[in-house]
């Protein structure tokens, strides 16, 4: 490998999706300029983590959610350090410390460190039989406790939630679904739509109680129940606490690097730490902490080509959700619940689960889509997507614009798209 | 009793029969076309044109056309009503004819004979005709016989009559086709009269016949014309008495002709003079460039072989029998008339108006062209063996109408007819309709706007198809309606209901008649009693068929004097007038000018007509969708430069109000149309339009010889309306009229189409579709600031049971591309989003499935792709179509569509 040793040597800490894309976007801009060393603690390749709610359904095996085998990574001469932490980071020597004792030292350095679950404080939460659902450990535990008959309780309906129910109804567990707001997903969903893909969920036998306060894990020994606020006490064999994640900035913070929620970065994607970078879940870009896939990527792609020696910057992404959750395809994005001074089109047709609701802002001559949200037939959301991102006038198209892209005159319909990944 | 012995049959066996087809005649315009109807035996039928018909072989219009369309029992009235303690209840036929029977009686018995009265159709068959007219005149005691004829060509018939001394039509459909020269004056024959349009346009493309086409209005007529002279409304006269001075001075004349048949030319000329002294004259009073008159002139003068066909445009006027009479002199004194090729024609508009002046079913004729000479009147009532014979001229339509206001009629009997909605201050004849002691209703419909004046009785008729008998065409020529239907319901002949009346009033004998055949023996050889030739109506040579040859009675024109009387049957070549000295009479038309003035008030003129697709009030074209499809909503035609000064666009609601009446119309912007006139078709009304009876605002002023009103000429204001939002409801079934300040009904495939406009948007229309249809499984689009609302409703079989589409008025909903979903069955996903999105996607839509969320990428390019290149990996799609490019889930999916594919088949 004596090639690589004239190399910069650059080092990626975490191996989830962003530095998977990290490594693929730079490695195809500037293949022979760097030494790429991801540090994962997971012991897997890289996988992809939205398909994990398919893999304890059974839609999928493990081995499909492989982002690339090992043969990609060894071709592209990146070296994997898997199932490996690491300990510390030590900016002014540009060294980092992993938990085997070992020290690499970087030129570079780029942290992908993702997220982590929440859990609750709240008595019981240690109990036996109180898991998360985030990474293939977690898979693998609940796949290793799901069995027909099982009672499972899921704290929070947002999308991790609702998908871990998912795949626990799918693996024949009785479950049920804790969640403290009026609605499922009420961060990407309007009521109404939160309404259908209610009734979709309970299509598949998952109960929804709303409005529902968890006051504590109960149990003696294991977990036996949950209790709620309103004194009402569930029995479940299992709980699964999806209430959020947190961006994993830990490792950053004792370094010294500038951190807020997330690992501070402006829009170079550059901490305050030289030639420390940030990306993915655990990265605060201008106040924001993304928890989706897409923003992840776009950052990954401006970081890559940063390096590569493009002129490149991040400006944020517009907040779009996209994903297929209990069966139904769900979009949403931007001000997609409106207010004072928007306007809203609202198509929808229950009797085929079709709801859309787009949010338009009309100030002067012009009239732009400033929000989205797509129940049932999402086809549209990424179109709907890039009209937010480039402000087009959009007042010529609205009678047609809820109806998607196949009914608009071809100016609109053929704008561009994002570009591809 | 008068019914004559049946003879032998006579032309039984010259009859083919084609199929299992029924023979008949078309219910419309007045040409009279044969049709071939074959039932098919679930209530509709088959309809082609009767090749062996003359007046048509075998040629139909799209009204004709379309007569299967209309034959469903959907509107049909069925049985028999009467109103008991306010409200109509259904009745038996004897309870309702005995209700006639008794107010007639009692009203007769108490105010005298001319206190009830018989209003009748030309929609009616001869025998209808026949039964009526004798029950009035000869037995009730009174000639308050009047017809909607009156409205369509009694300025035809007072013109003959004043100028034959008989109502007769001269010539022949024929010399249409051996004319050198055909003057279309007030007639838009290319809609109204197709058929006989298409025989001219043939005979000008075999033999280059001219055709000039006189007509306020640049009609579909006039744009095939050789020649167009837009005369200004009710200035024909001063056209035709300039001619006559032209032909006077261009030694056009026929000396002879003029010598040995006629009487008054000296005067005639003199008159016209006076009206037309020189071209100068005539272009200013007509408002047509003096070089397209002296064109005219000329032709007119060189062309020996030339036909004049008038029609309502002629008709139509306060001064209409001059019209005629004007048109008639030229004929007259170049002696072109009764010769093959010439000759003045009346175009006549019903299908048996013809008919209907035969039996003299109107207030100013006895009966069979005979008048109220007492010489007639006895003949008449020797003939009827009739205790009551009315002995003077009864009240024609207008007046009658007017006695019905002031209370001095007060029975009346409607038969076939919509007077609401026809007669001129349609307004004031339905709130004097609704105030009668009595009303009778005969129809076939069971809602109308006369139909809604509160009528005592309603009577359930035959409609076309079921009726039996015989009609009447412009050219005399007498044609089967054969029955090809059975009667629905209990409906019944107007000619029998008539007899049963007259039976109850004690009649028995004289309305005994047990078949139709009967009625027409006995019309036929009344029309032979004692003529010897003094009368130009005569089929005694038909009273002798018995019922197989009445059965099976071919197409014949009148006269037929004696059995199987042949040859030809154009009148007055030689001469030969009906007058007391057998001369015909020239006339001096009076000066002419409209009977009411435009003022401030009220500056633009108002013609009304017709258009092609739709007949009189629409109660049968109306049912037809293909009809429906050339101009659904009642419309008002304006010159460019008028509508810009009112502000109104094409598109744009417009209030035409005259001081008896107003109506909401769409704009219809044209340079056809006469500036500071508007045109208005008559079809609508309150049974189909919010604001649209047209004949609300008509005047109405009566021609002085045939008391025809004018409903040309109308003085009115024109303005715009403002509504925000137009929009259309297609619903499966009929419904009553939305919640809308505008709207329009209109027969769609599958069900009712619904034109409306409103100034309530989209939330108020959102609560009205819930209301509607809160039953069903239902889709919307709602854009409150864009002023959208778009609602679907679906059956349980997932069929599109309603569509509401509402928007601003400057971006209103099209139905062209959704109306066909009303019948296309369980509708798909894509097909419900395209009925609110009010089309269907472009290209782009069903492509499958979709399986890449993200680019929305469905089945179908994925796998078009895979086919077109056998190794193509995940990679190579997420290349060429970006799916699974972005969040990859559908990766999965993609590897096992590879993997699927590649498996040979």
């Known amino acids: ?421 | 009793m008068n019914a004559p012995v049946p003879l032998p049959r006579a032309e039984a066996a010259s009859i083919a029969v084609v199929d299992t087809a029924v023979r008949t005649t078309c219910p419309y315009c007045g040409v009279g076309c044969g049709v071939l109807a074959s039932p098919d035996g679930a209530g509709g039928a088959g309809i082609a044109g009767d090749p062996e018909h003359p007046a048509n072989r075998g040629r139909l219009c799209s009204k004709g056309s379309a007569l299967g369309e209309t034959v469903g029992l959907s509107t049909r009235l069925l049985a028999p009503m009467m109103r008991i303690d306010g409200a109509l209840t259904r009745a038996s036929w004897d309870a309702a004819l005995g209700a006639i029977a008794d107010a007639f009686r009692a009203t007769v018995a108490a105010h005298g004979p001319d206190s009830v009265a018989l209003y009748l159709s030309g929609q009616l068959l001869t025998e209808d005709y026949y039964a009526a007219n004798k029950l009035a005149k000869g037995f009730l005691g009174t000639a308050n016989v009047d017809t909607n004829s009156r409205l369509c060509m009694a300025s035809s018939v007072a013109g003959h009559k004043r100028a034959f001394g008989s109502d007769t039509v001269p010539g022949v459909y024929a010399d249409l086709d051996e004319a050198d020269l055909v003057v279309l004056v007030g007639s838009n024959a290319a809609w109204c009269h197709p058929v006989l349009f298409r025989r001219l346009e043939a005979a000008r493309a075999r033999r280059g016949t001219k055709l000039v086409v006189i007509d306020p209005r640049r009609t579909a007529t006039a744009e095939e014309a050789e020649l167009f002279l837009p005369v200004a409304p009710g200035m024909d006269s001063v056209l035709f008495a300039g001619l006559l001075v032209h032909l006077a001075e261009a030694d056009g004349l026929a000396p002879d002709y003029i010598r040995a048949h006629t009487s008054g030319f000296d005067a005639a000329l003199a008159g016209a003079r006076a009206l037309a002294p020189d071209l100068a004259t005539v272009a200013l009073r007509t408002g047509v460039p003096a070089a397209d008159i002296a064109r005219f002139y000329a032709l007119f003068a060189a062309s020996e072989r030339v036909v004049t066909c008038y029609s309502q445009g002629v008709n139509q006027s306060a001064q209409g029998t001059d019209k005629v009479g004007a048109i008639i002199n030229c004929h007259l004194a170049t002696g072109r008339i009764g010769r093959p090729g010439m000759g003045p024609f009346s175009l006549t508009g019903q299908p048996n108006a013809m008919g209907g002046r035969e039996v003299g079913g109107l207030a100013n004729q006895l009966a069979a062209h005979m008048g109220f000479s007492a010489a007639e009147v006895d003949r008449v009532r020797r003939f009827w063996g009739a205790p009551n014979m009315a002995t003077r001229e009864g009240l024609k339509a207008v007046d009658m109408m007017r006695a019905v206001a002031e209370g001095r009629i007060k029975a009346l009997w409607v038969l076939g007819t919509n007077p609401a909605v026809s007669l001129p201050r349609a307004d004031a004849v339905r709130e004097a309709l609704s105030r009668l002691d009595f009303l009778a209703i005969s129809d076939n419909v069971r809602a109308s706007d006369t139909l809604a004046c509160r009528p005592h009785v309603l009577l359930p008729a035959l409609a076309w198809g079921e009726k039996d008998g015989t009609v009447t065409n412009s050219e005399r020529r007498i044609s089967r309606q054969r029955a090809f239907l059975d009667p629905p319901g209990e409906a019944q002949p107007d000619w029998w209901a008539m007899a049963q009346v007259g039976r109850r009033l004690g009649y028995g004998a004289a309305f005994g008649w047990r078949s139709v055949a009967e009625v027409f023996r006995e019309h036929a050889a009344l029309s032979g009693f004692e003529n010897e030739g003094s009368r130009d109506f005569d089929i005694g040579g038909l009273a002798g068929l018995d019922d197989d040859a009445f059965d099976v009675m071919t197409p014949q024109q009148w006269p037929v004097r004696e059995p199987g009387e042949a040859g030809d049957k154009r009148f007055f070549a030689e001469g030969g007038f009906f007058t007391p000295d057998r001369r015909a009479r020239f006339i001096v038309p009076a000066p002419p000018a409209p009977a009411a003035r435009t003022d401030a008030a009220f500056p633009l003129r108002l013609n009304t007509g017709r258009i092609r697709d739709q007949w009189h009030t629409m109660t049968r074209t109306g049912l037809s969708p293909r009809l429906a499809g050339h101009l659904p909503a009642p419309f008002a035609e304006m010159h460019p430069a008028d509508a810009q000064a009112l502000g109104i666009a094409s598109g744009d609601l417009v209030r035409l109000a005259s001081s008896h009446g107003a109506v909401v119309l769409e704009a219809r912007i044209t340079d056809g149309q006469r500036r500071g006139e508007v045109f208005a078709p008559i079809h609508w009304s309150g049974a189909n339009a919010a604001e649209a009876r047209v004949n609300a605002l008509v005047e109405g002023a009566t021609d002085p010889f045939s008391g025809q009103p004018e409903s040309k000429a109308t003085p009115v204001r024109a303005e715009r309306v403002t509504m925000r939002f137009r929009g259309f409801l297609l619903a499966r079934t009929s419904l009553a009229p939305p919640v809308a300040a505008w709207w329009t009904r209109v027969a769609v495939e599958g069900g009712e189409g619904w034109l409306i406009a409103d100034d309530d948007g989209p939330l108020a229309w959102r609560e009205r579709m819930a209301a509607l249809f809160g039953g069903c499984e239902r889709s919307e689009f709602l854009d409150v600031d864009g002023g959208i609302y778009r609602g679907a409703a679906y059956d349980t079989e997932g069929r599109l049971e309603a569509l509401l589409s509402v928007g601003p008025v400057e971006d209103a909903p099209d139905w062209t591309a959704v109306k066909g979903l009303l019948t296309a069955g369980g509708l798909g996903a894509a097909e419900r989003r395209a009925a609110l999105a009010g089309r269907m996607a472009g290209a782009a839509a069903a492509c499958g499935p979709l399986v890449c969320s993200c680019f929305g990428v469905p089945l179908d390019p994925i796998r078009a792709l895979v086919e077109a290149e056998p190794g193509a990996d995940v990679a190579r799609i997420g290349a060429v179509l970006k799916a699974g490019t972005n969040c990859g889930s559908c990766v999965p999916e993609l590897k096992r569509l590879i993997a699927g594919m590649a498996v040979p088949a």
């Open chain 1, 1 to 421: 490998m004596s090639a690589t040793s004239l190399r910069e040597p650059v080092v990626i800490i975490g191996n989830g999706m962003a530095a998977a894309k990290f490594c693929e976007e730079l490695t195809a801009l500037a293949p022979e300029r760097f030494a790429l060393t991801v540090v994962g603690a997971e012991p897997h390749l890289a996988y992809n983590r939205v398909l994990l709610s398919s893999l304890l359904a059974g839609e999928v095996v493990a081995d499909d959610l492989v982002l690339k085998d090992a043969g990609w990574w060894a071709a592209r001469g990146i070296e994997l350090k898997l199932g490996t932490a690491v300990t510390a980071v030590d900016t002014a020597a540009r060294e980092v410390r992993l938990a085997d004792g070992s020290v690499l030292g970087y030129g570079r350095l780029v942290l992908a460190t993702g997220s982590s679950a929440i859990r609750l404080p709240l008595p019981g939460m240690e109990l036996p039989g109180v898991m998360t659902f985030r990474d293939m450990a977690d898979v693998g535990a609940l796949l290793a406790a799901a069995r027909p008959g099982l009672r499972a309780i899921v704290i929070g309906g947002g999308l991790l939630g609702l998908e871990a129910a998912t795949g626990l109804a799918g693996a024949g567990a009785d479950t049920a679904i804790i969640h403290l707001a009026d609605r499922l997903m009420e961060r990407q969903l309007d009521a109404r739509a939160a309404g259908l893909l209610r009734q979709a969920v309970e299509a598949r036998g998952i109960a929804v109680h709303l409005d529902a306060a968890t006051q504590a894990i109960e149990g003696t020994g294991r977990v036996e129940g949950l209790r709620l606020a309103d004194g009402r006490v569930l029995p479940a064999d299992l709980v699964v606490v999806a209430c959020g994640v947190k961006p994993n900035a830990d490792l950053a913070r004792a370094a010294g690097i500038g951190c807020g929620r997330g690992v501070r970065v402006d829009d170079h994607l550059a901490t305050d730490a030289p030639g420390v970078f940030a990306i993915g879940e655990c990265a605060e870009h201008r106040g924001q902490v993304y928890g989706l896939v897409e923003p992840a990527y776009e950052q990954a792609r401006v970081l890559a080509r940063r390096l590569a020696g493009t002129l490149s910057a991040y400006a944020g992404s517009v907040l779009a959700t996209n994903l297929k959750v209990s069966g139904v395809h769900v979009f949403s994005a931007g001000d997609f619940l409106g207010g004072a001074g928007t306007q809203e089109l609202v198509l929808a047709d229950p009797g085929l689960g079709l709801y859309r609701r787009l949010v338009l802002r009309a100030d002067g001559s012009a009239t732009r889509l400033v929000g989205a949200v797509l129940f049932g037939d999402t086809a549209d959301g990424l179109f709907y997507l890039d009209l937010m991102r480039s402000g087009r006038d959009i007042g010529a198209a609205r009678a047609a614009l809820a109806f998607g892209r196949a009914y608009l005159a071809p100016d609109l319909s053929t704008q561009s798209l994002p570009e591809a990944a």
